[in-house]
């Protein structure tokens, strides 16, 4: 499936440095060493949002599509990863190329999803380890 660049020129010029200046912010809310948790999901769900708007701007759908979580042993590396996908995108974005920009910012969103889970995971096997006496 080829992906259909053209529709790129549906963004003016405002509301492509708009949407830089977002990818921008999210780096910031990621930025340093180890966020904590409410940030990443405050990135999370603009992020979402940046998505959901981009696709509707463009005109980019790609149903039926399934996405694979990364691995969260290394919630670091994920967070790492995450970051080097916003640059991704700022760069695609950058360069007129809407639809890599959002498939960038899809899989920068996984990175985020995975590491949520599995904080929520961590959480829950704590509290019930606690609770089972085995802490």
Partial sequence: ??????????????DRERYLEEV?????TLA???PD???????????????AVLRFRIDYETPGVFARLPDATDKTRLLSEARRLL???????GAG???GCVE???????DLRSFLRETKL???????SVRTGQA
């Avoid at 948790?37 to 940046?50: D, F, H, N, P, Q």
């Avoid at 640059?87 to 974005?93: N, T």
């Fill in 1 to 14: 499936m080829s992906r259909p660049e053209s529709r790129a020129t549906k963004l003016g010029e405002s």
């Fill in 24 to 28: 921008g912010s999210i780096m910031q």
């Fill in 32 to 34: 340093g060493g180890a």
């Fill in 37 to 51: 948790e409410t940030a990443v999901w405050e990135a999370y769900a603009r992020l979402e949002k940046l998505i």
């Fill in 87 to 93: 640059s991704k995108s700022r760069d695609e974005l």
């Fill in 97 to 99: 190329r809407s639809v």
């Fill in 104 to 110: 960038a910012l899809r899989e920068a969103r996984n």
């Fill in 122 to 128: 961590s959480s829950r096997r704590k509290r019930s």
